[in-house]
């Protein structure tokens, strides 16, 4: 666990300590303004690479206490949306969300629905190469609501999907070149299975990928 950890972090240090030579030696402002840009991507991907290792830590040993509230799925939404559309726009592609009518509050912890989301929703950006994705909140029968999130890109093996959501597994054939460790479905799950709900895949290689989160309105 440490070592793929450490893999991970090391390779962004790796790329800092790079660039950062490189304007200590260089005069070019266009230059410098773009190995800037590739420093502040390495750090916002190391501060993200921790966050999740803290967030597995602390379901992995019961850390990690809910609060049930009363709030906003459109307020949530417009929140998550919000972040996911500029990550999508900065890629290139078509980015859409939707809330149903009729859909206002629940009963659940909102940072914990805010980081199912947000960990869905980056993950379908950071390997979408061309196209869209999506993020739908939608009603699931008279007692649970569904958190879905859509995209076109290279879509998991049958095979895959399974080990996809165990601890620091990462698909060779769709995460090359992309940073992480792992962990984001991990803690996906877990989250899910602390709400009470279940999550559910469907993928076609090629095509896309769609995950279904099915949580209830009134967590108790």
Sequence with gaps: MLHAVAHEVRNHLNAISLVATCLTKGSDLNRNR?????LASNVRDIDA???????FANLLFGEDKLNPECLSLVD????????LRKMADDK???????????LVEVVSDCLKLR???MNLGTNAVKYTRFGSVSLRFARHGAECWILEVDDTGPGIPLQSREKIFEDFQRLPETSTGQPGAGLGLAIVRRLVQLLKGRIELESEVGSGTSFRVILPTQYA
């Design 76 to 83: 949530l939404h417009r929140d998550v949306a919000f972040v």
């Design 49 to 55: 690479l921790i966050e999740r290792f803290v967030d």
């Design 34 to 38: 773009e190995d800037l840009a590739v």
């Design 92 to 102: 290139g592609l078509r980015f859409s969300g939707t809330v149903e009518q009729g």
């Design 115 to 117: 980081e199912i989301a």
